[in-house]
Nanobody
Framework: VQLQASGGGLVQPGGSLRLSCVASIRAFTNYAVSWFRQAPGKEREFVAAIGTSSGEIIYADSVKGRFTISRDNAKNTVYLQMNSLKPEDTAVYYC????????????????WGQGTLVTVSS
């Protein structure tokens, strides 16, 4: 099982990026996917999660209204659209998968992607 995160880069404050997480998981529709991020010197923190059904979505308060998570099961892909980016959004972003149930906790993630760096700076 592999998760491949991509889409990071350097963007100015107020800009946008779209991250992708492609999963090589059989029965991908049975997995909930979460995005986490880790800034230098800080612990990994929850950003957003989407359940097996796209109707189940949760966000961290810090990104609510700016970030949108979605999934395309036909492509085994989960996206994180990030708008109105702020310098404090700078971090390595990781996607993780868990069977059946969404989670905001790293300890319940079964499979991790390798991370993609997002830098928000002028």
């Amino acid at each position: 099982v592999q998760l491949q995160a991509s889409g990071g880069g350097l963007v100015q404050p107020g800009g946008s990026l779209r991250l992708s997480c492609v999963a090589s998981i059989r029965a991908f529709t049975n997995y909930a996917v979460s995005w986490f991020r880790q800034a230098p010197g800080k612990e990994r923190e929850f950003v957003a999660a989407i359940g097996t059904s796209s109707g189940e979505i949760i966000y961290a308060d810090s990104v609510k209204g700016r970030f949108t998570i979605s999934r395309d099961n036909a492509k085994n892909t989960v996206y994180l659209q990030m708008n109105s980016l702020k310098p404090e959004d700078t971090a390595v972003y990781y996607c993780g998968a868990r069977l059946n149930v969404m989670t905001t906790l790293t300890k319940y993630i079964a499979y991790w992607g390798q991370g993609t760096l997002v830098t928000v700076s002028s």
